[in-house]
């Protein structure tokens, strides 16, 4: 197991070493992907390795891999939150603010409706299903808190999934408790920017120190995510090994199948963000030009 751990710690060091030398994060995180898939398959064939050492080998890589996902889900919630009440304190003329309040969430429903759409038809049409995937007991934990709000979800009428849109108890939104906790969040967004708007019109100075707090937190909320998303290609690193230790060949062609339907559906919904900046006569590709640093 030391030996492993070694030779992973040596891959995790030519990361950093490709980072000095100016590799971009996507070209590094590719790099990651195929390095990890191949020491996971190395140590799949037990050259030198028992079941065991594998075993316990896996159980320290997976903390990097776990650790990293965490890290993900933990700055999703906070950084809606952040952008949704810093876009909205910054409305100068508070008579669009409802329209642009409706066309946000609109935008959100809509978009999150064509995504799922999309992904639906592709994974029919290319038969992808999670067969072979590798699950452990987060895994599998996650498919039950997924189950359960499957079912919860379906249970509701029209206007009880309208109404479970509405915060109830933010923190408990933040915290994803809910099929529609995300939606929630950006509604409370919303409302806590208008808030801030009507206080900047009534007492401008306190409105102003209130805007100038959420552009600060916005600052520091962007630099989490750029930190945590730089550590991309170590978590990939991480997770990939796991999978070629615990999967078949035919089961890693199959996340090889996955991974590129999964960036054709990313072209897709690039191609139907397009066609909605185009509808409010935006120049997608002056956008996209624009954004995609951020995008990347």
């Known amino acids: 197991m030391v030996l492993n751990l070694i030779v992973f710690i040596a891959l995790l060091v030519i990361l950093v070493v490709l980072s000095r030398r100016g590799w971009s994060l996507a070209n590094r995180a590719m790099t990651a992907l195929v390095i990890g898939a191949a020491y996971g398959l190395v140590l799949q064939s037990g050259i030198g390795n028992t079941v065991d050492s594998v075993n316990a080998t896996l159980s320290w890589t997976n903390l990097l891999g776990a650790s990293y996902i965490s890290l993900l889900k933990m700055i999703i919630m906070p950084l809606v939150l952040v952008m949704m009440v810093a876009a909205v304190v910054k409305i100068e003329d508070t008579a669009t603010l409802g329209k642009i309040g409706g066309l946000v969430i609109g935008l959100l429903l809509t978009t999150t409706m064509l995504a799922a759409v999309i992904g639906a038809l592709l994974s029919a049409g290319f038969n992808l299903t999670a067969d072979g995937l590798v699950q452990g007991e987060r895994e599998l934990a996650r498919a039950s808190v997924l189950v359960t709000r499957q079912t919860v979800v379906a249970d509701l009428a029209l206007p009880q999934i309208l109404v479970s849109f509405l915060p109830t108890n933010i923190f408990s939104d933040l915290a994803g408790s809910r099929p529609t906790s995300i939606i929630a969040v950006v509604i409370f967004g919303i409302l806590l920017g208008i808030a801030g708007l009507l206080v900047k019109q009534e007492k401008p100075e306190m409105g102003l120190q209130f805007q100038r707090a959420m552009d600060l937190a ?77 995008l990347i």
């Not at 750029?226 to 999978?243: C, E, Q, R, S, W």
């Open 218 to 294: 916005q600052v520091i909320v962007l630099k989490l995510v750029n930190m945590i998303i730089g550590l991309t290609p170590y978590g990939v690193l991480a997770l990939m090994t796991k999978v070629g230790a615990q999967s078949s060949a035919s089961d890693i062609l199959s996340l090889i199948q996955f991974v590129l339907v999964s960036y054709l559906a990313i072209m897709l919904m690039f191609l139907v963000h397009a066609a909605i900046l185009m509808f409010f006569r935006v120049n997608p590709l002056l956008y996209f030009k624009r954004a995609w640093p951020a």
